[in-house]
């Protein structure tokens, strides 16, 4: 059973739409969501959320947490080309050793002009 | 700061043969992790790292993968008799502590012929 969820898969907008993305999950110690942006190379890291109802904010993008029902969303405001892109959803945990992150199979974003 | 470095970027091997891919941490990290992404999949986490210790190798496969990280050089990742399902993207992504934000390579794409 997947740990972290995203949806939608995919999804596709005009340029200038705004985008939300969501990303749910069940882990028993939660530390923090991280949102990374894949385009043809590794991820970029975007936000890392701890705590819930606080917004990060990066340009046009921004994110927010809620640790009480479990999801974050990830908002992109007046699409553009060059957000064509995965944007993954990965959640740490704590507890001794680290297993590294536990990612969301993506969503699969595609601005189209 | 030179970000983490992986190579080659690009690896073709015949079944069989081995690989070996490396990862140099940026500089002040000594926490390593290894993922994999298979097509169309997540990141998948596989083993974590400190120098000269693996602390976590519960998402390697039990079977011809092992990983290190000299207390001198880059961590590498060696798969022998590779297979036709090793083919996938490797990244390597490093920390200053466990607490920290990992920052990930550019991977390492893997083709078994």
């Known amino acids: 059973e997947d740990k972290v969820v995203q949806s939608p898969l995919s999804l596709v907008v005009h340029e200038g739409d705004t985008v939300t993305l969501n990303c749910s999950y069940e882990?028993?110690?939660?530390?923090?969501l991280l949102w990374y942006k894949q385009e043809k190379k590794a991820p970029t890291f975007l936000f890392m959320l701890?705590?819930?109802?606080i917004e990060k904010k990066s340009g046009r993008l921004s994110s927010i947490l809620d640790k009480k029902e479990l999801f974050s969303i990830l908002n992109i405001t007046a699409t553009q080309t060059g957000d064509s892109a995965i944007y993954l959803c990965a959640v740490e945990e704590t507890g001794g050793g680290a297993d590294g992150l536990t990612f969301g199979k993506g969503t699969h974003l595609i601005i189209q002009p | 700061n030179a970000g983490v470095m992986q190579n080659p970027r690009h690896l073709v091997r015949r079944r069989g043969q081995e690989a070996r891919l490396r990862c140099s941490p940026m500089?002040?990290?000594?926490?390593v992790y290894w993922y994999r992404q298979l097509p169309e999949e997540g990141l998948k986490f596989m083993v974590y790292l400190q120098k000269e210790n693996i602390i976590d190798e519960s998402g390697m496969p039990k079977e011809r993968f092992s990983a290190e990280f000299p207390k001198e050089g880059p961590s590498i990742l060696r798969i022998q008799q590779v297979v036709r399902g090793d083919s996938a993207a490797y990244f390597c992504?490093?920390?200053?502590?466990?607490?920290?934000?990992?920052?990930f390579g550019p991977g390492t794409r893997l083709l078994v012929l």
């Open positions: 882990v028993t110690n939660f530390r923090s």
């Open positions: 701890t705590s819930s109802g």
């Open positions: 992504a490093s920390s200053r502590t466990l607490q920290e934000t990992q920052y």
């Open positions: 500089k002040g990290h000594s926490h």
